[in-house]
Nanobody, 118 residues
Framework: VQLQASGGGLVQPGGSLRLSCTASGFSLDHFAIGWFRQAPGKEREGVSC??????YYGDSAKGRFTISRDNAKNTVYLQMNFLEPEDTVIYYC??????????????WGQGTLVTVSS
């Protein structure tokens, strides 16, 4: 099951972006959906996840990012506020809430690059 992340781009420090995660051919509302990110030379890490109506956030996302679902649009969003240069990485979405789960049972789609710079 491969999902498509989009919505990345260039934003100034302190700005906001909304990422979208979409799928073709199946309904996302049957799955736990996670947002992940990976900086060059670092391991991929979990950012946020929505599962069975509950939401989870990694330390880097708490207080700044919000995950949400729009089942009518078959889309999961990651609203990112107060962006910092350290948030400049590629973001991925996948079915599952942990990197280990995605590696074992799902797959990584193409990510979307977020660049935070003045």
């Amino acid at each position: 099951v491969q999902l498509q992340a989009s919505g990345g781009g260039l934003v100034q420090p302190g700005g906001s972006l909304r990422l979208s995660c979409t799928a073709s051919g199946f309904s996302l509302d049957h799955f736990a959906i996670g947002w992940f990110r990976q900086a060059p030379g670092k391991e991929r890490e979990g950012v946020s996840c929505v599962s069975d109506g509950s939401t989870y956030y990694g330390d880097s996302a708490k207080g700044r990012f919000t995950i949400s679902r729009d089942n009518a649009k078959n889309t999961v969003y990651l609203q990112m506020n107060f962006l910092e240069p350290e948030d400049t990485v590629i973001y991925y979405c996948a079915t599952g809430c942990t990197v280990d789960y995605v590696n074992k049972y799902s797959s990584w789609g193409q990510g979307t690059l977020v660049t935070v710079s003045s």
